[in-house]
């Protein structure tokens, strides 16, 4: 007989429990993006950045080439981590540089949260060497894009086939809320959803407004 208990999958991400890392938002890297509109991708990492930093989750965030090709990193990215030491690299695969893999271990998290830019070359490289390596691996798979359709639909199934779990910058945020009833971090779950989750933000504001509620909401 099974019997159920109140409590969390294990699979479920907490604040504590993963590192979050962000690959290579920069212009030149989202010049050639053909597979979301980039106000939305934009939108969809901030929605990521900002709820990794209220809830303090350890985050990485590295660049490519950065003087000499790709340039400089998404504004908003440098606004949510302006303290934040970014590790810039050679390697198109970011898990083959020491530099990163140093932080990795410094972390001591078995999970990795990723997200960047490209699917098929900056999040597939990271993704297939940790998971080969024993970590768990989630890609936040709308705050990555790529130049066709194709390539990021492929990238995301090669992922997912070798046992990365593929999530929303929404579903990220929200896991990491989890229970309304968590004050510390209600109101900035939910101011952050209220500017980048679209209708459902539009909703949060809505309720706030015309009926002096604060719930929310979600499911």
Request: net charge negative; aromatic share 8%.
């Amino acid at each position: 007989m099974v019997t159920a208990t109140p409590a969390a999958a294990r699979s479920l991400l907490n604040p504590n429990d993963h590192l979050l890392l962000l690959i290579d938002y920069q212009s030149q890297m989202a010049f050639p993006l053909r597979t979301m509109d980039i106000g939305q991708l934009r939108s969809n990492v901030a929605m990521v950045g900002k709820g990794a930093s209220g809830f303090q989750v350890p985050t990485l965030v590295t660049t490519v080439a950065a003087d000499s090709f790709s340039g400089p990193m998404f504004p908003e990215l440098l606004d949510i981590f302006a303290d934040a030491k970014v590790v810039d690299r050679t390697t198109m695969n970011s898990w083959e540089d020491p530099k990163i893999i140093d932080r990795v271990n410094a972390a001591g998290k078995s999970r990795i949260v990723m997200a960047g830019l490209w699917t098929s070359v900056c999040i597939v490289g990271p993704a297939l060497s940790a998971i080969d390596q024993g970590f768990t691996v989630y890609v936040i798979t709308d705050a990555c894009g790529d130049v066709s359709d194709e390539a990021h639909e492929r990238a995301v199934t090669r992922m997912v086939q070798a046992g990365a779990i593929p999530m929303t910058a929404l579903q990220y945020l929200l896991e990491l809320q989890r229970d309304w009833a968590r004050a510390t971090t209600y109101a900035h779950t939910t101011g952050v959803a209220r500017v980048h989750a679209g209708g459902y933000g539009l909703g949060i504001q809505y309720a706030a407004h015309m009926f002096g509620g604060h719930e929310g909401g979600g499911g």
